[in-house]
């Protein structure tokens, strides 16, 4: 990076910063025990340019790339997750599939909206009965002339009730056919297509999740993103970007966690002397250091090969898979090393323990990322 980048990022940084100490932290409690989802936020953070980060100029968006949407990511989760997530979602997977797949008319009419947070986006691709093995969804858009009649249901949906479109990818083939399943963007108020039960999480509990249920939702051909067929393979391509986005939550977190550890640490007095003066905890905070930098660096890679255009599938998935179980590792530190206090919630690190297992289990878990790794390495060349 040049200086005036590394100038341009600790600005982005100081008021991604800013805004969360503002318009974030006094709340995170209360909207955390009260799963309250904070709409109007979103759009304060739409005027800031947090939620069209990756959005060209010509389209509304700030016209930033990864290293500047990592960044925000970050600075945003070491205060709440919750919302972190929301503008990590919101970004990289309903903004961004328009953007890396609509056509000019979709991207003209959707990505304004989206990138200045006057709609939230939604994506669907995980069912009830479809995580990992999403080849096997029974969302289903059946041919009816130039329009298609989607029944099923997704869930786990970031944004499913509040969101005003949603990118869904639903079966338009054969089960199993990975040219089988299409991907479509649909607005709310389409007859058919609602929400469903919002679901009562351990955390990350102010990022709203519900159901999205089709029953005869009739949707015109314009209505797909690229081409008919290809909605799996798109989905694969936008979740390269997607788990860059959890690896900068994950960061966040695991960076919120860490600094509350070693501020607690500094202060907390046993047997007459700060409690960071014992090896057993000073060695605990090396460890989630060295663990915290490492995730950062390969978290910045993958960010790079994404500004680059160079395919970044390896390590976006090892990025994800090391940093979210950084995040769990380091929050689960930080409680032990609170003791009874990290227990109870007048400390924020019983918050970061609790958020931090999502993202080792959304947008592909661990073990699906192992999987993903295992096999581009071992591809014949």
């Known amino acids: 990076m040049t200086v005036e980048t590394l100038d341009n990022l600790e600005l982005i940084r100081q008021s991604a910063r800013d805004f969360a100490a503002i318009h974030i932290l006094p709340h995170v409690m209360e909207w955390d025990e009260s799963q309250h989802f904070p709409i109007d936020l979103f759009r304060r953070m739409g005027e800031q340019g947090f939620m069209g980060v990756l959005v060209p100029e010509l389209y509304g968006g700030a016209g930033l790339g990864y290293q500047e949407y990592i960044t925000i990511i970050e600075e945003i989760a070491k205060v709440c997750g919750s919302i972190g997530l929301s503008v990590a979602a919101h970004n990289s997977l309903c903004t961004n599939h328009i953007l890396m797949f609509g056509d000019e008319d979709q991207k003209e009419y959707f990505l304004p909206k989206l990138a200045t947070a006057e709609w939230l986006g939604a994506w669907g691709l995980t069912e009830p009965n479809t995580g990992s093995d999403a080849g096997r969804m029974q969302c289903v858009a059946e041919r009816d002339g130039d329009h298609f009649i989607i029944n099923g249901a997704k869930n786990f949906i970031t944004h499913g009730k509040s969101g005003q479109v949603a990118v869904v990818i639903v079966r338009t083939g054969e089960l199993l056919d990975s040219r089988g399943m299409t991907a479509f963007v649909i607005e709310k108020g389409t007859p058919g297509f609602s929400a469903g039960k919002k679901e009562n999480k351990l955390g990350m509990r ?176």
Do not use: W
């Open 206 to 381: 102010a990022s709203e999740t519900t159901e999205l249920i089709f029953d005869n939702c009739r949707v015109h051909r314009s209505q797909i993103l690229g081409k008919e067929g290809e909605g799996f393979i798109q989905s694969m391509k936008v979740l390269d970007g997607g788990r860059i986005s959890i690896a900068a939550l994950s960061l966040g977190i695991a960076k919120g966690a860490y600094e509350a550890s070693v501020k607690y640490a500094k202060e907390r007095q046993q047997f007459g002397k700060p409690i960071a003066d014992f090896q057993a905890i000073s060695f605990k905070l090396a460890d989630m250091a060295v663990q915290i930098q490492a995730a950062e660096l390969l978290t910045r890679k993958a960010g790079r090969l994404k500004d680059t255009g160079a395919k970044s599938t390896t390590l976006s998935a090892m990025a994800k898979y090391y940093a979210s179980e950084t995040s769990v590792r380091v929050s689960t530190e930080a409680v032990q090393i609170f003791g009874g206090y990290g227990y109870t919630k007048d400390y924020p690190v019983e918050k970061f323990y609790r958020d931090s297992k999502l993202c080792t289990i959304g947008e592909g878990t661990s073990e699906i990322q192992k999987l993903v790794i295992s096999r581009e390495l071992l591809k014949d060349e």
